[in-house]
């Protein structure tokens, strides 16, 4: 079964920021790398859509760019990956457990991330699963509340 449309181009997303990509064809490879099915075609409309471009590094090589366009309108769309993947949620002292669809957890972990919620130390995605470290436990009991307000199922867990 191949994985939704919105959590390849979150992983497309993340491979642009995390790494030098300087090709379509080794963009294509990362992204099946990441368990995702994709030509270069694919590859081609997931960037054209989500408007990333080629930029001039400082090594003076050319490689992929998140604008921030896309910066400041990603949290929306990657809060829909969010709430269509959350399966559950846990609160463990200061940690939230995260349970998501299968594959879904990096994409939801990187739309939390998004969020710039200084709340949120760090977190840290499986492949179902996503640990959360929060300031304190008050700090996690209202994340996990926002995030269950989120996903549209506050009277679940």
């Known amino acids: 079964m191949s994985k939704p449309k919105n959590a390849r181009q979150t992983a497309i997303t993340e491979l642009i920021m995390t790494q030098k990509v300087s090709t379509q064809e080794e963009l294509t490879r990362l992204v099946k790398k990441a368990g995702f099915t994709a030509t270069q075609a694919t590859i ?3 960037i054209k859509e989500l408007g990333i471009t080629k930029q001039t590094m400082s090594d003076g090589t050319v490689a992929y760019s998140i604008t921030d366009k896309l910066i400041n309108t990603a949290p929306e769309r ?3 990956v969010l709430s269509n993947s959350l399966t559950g ?9 995260i349970k998501t669809l299968p594959g879904m957890a990096q994409a939801a972990a990187f739309a939390l991330d998004s969020l710039d919620n200084p ?6 995605a499986g492949d179902d699963t996503i640990f959360v470290a929060t300031r304190g436990e008050s700090q996690a009991t209202s994340l996990a509340k926002e995030i269950k307000e989120i ?7």
């Open 78 to 80: 990657l809060l829909s």
């Open 119 to 124: 709340e949120i130390v760090g977190t840290i």
């Open 151 to 157: 996903a549209g199922f506050a009277d679940k867990t």
């Open 89 to 97: 949620i846990s609160v463990a002292m200061n940690i939230l457990v």
């Open 44 to 46: 081609s409309r997931d």
